[in-house]
């Protein structure tokens, strides 16, 4: 399955009765929801890339990608246009205007979420932190010096 059959089948869950299926109750429940869920999965991959556990991680990696398209769906963002966004120049060159706006109620709750988790990885093992790559557009996890 490639993440367009994935995308596709996400979007045709979008009219499906909530009661027939796990994506469409998902949905259904709106995108902050979908975005709680993608967030609870990315620390869960996150906590298996430090255990070094390969399987776990694969298994955490395809959670993630899978919520990371509800969430996408929810948001009406087209698989497409992200595909788009990363054939485009890399962000440095972009010169975006960020938004000032203060963070919302839901956008403090996923921070504080992140913060509790990454301060139990912390004392669970060995501490890993987000690096901003000097090139290109994706950050790098490496192990803390």
Request: aromatic share 4%.
């Amino acid at each position: 399955m490639t993440l367009d059959d994935l995308a596709q089948l996400i979007d045709a869950r979008k009219s499906a009765d909530p009661d027939s299926s796990w994506t469409a109750k998902l949905l259904a429940k709106g995108p902050e929801k979908c975005a709680e869920k993608f967030g609870e999965e990315a620390i869960e991959a996150i906590i298996e890339a430090v255990k070094g556990d390969k399987a776990a991680l694969t298994s955490e990696a395809a959670d993630v990608l899978y919520h990371l398209l509800v969430m996408l769906a929810a948001s009406d963002v087209a698989l497409g246009d992200v595909m788009a966004e990363l054939d485009a120049p890399p962000r440095h060159i972009r010169h975006r205007r960020k938004s000032s706006a203060p963070l919302d109620l839901f956008q403090g709750k996923i921070c504080l979420s992140l913060g509790l988790a990454l301060d139990s990885l912390k004392s669970a093992t060995t501490f890993v932190r987000l690096e901003r790559p000097k090139m290109g557009r994706r950050p790098i996890l490496s192990p803390a010096v």
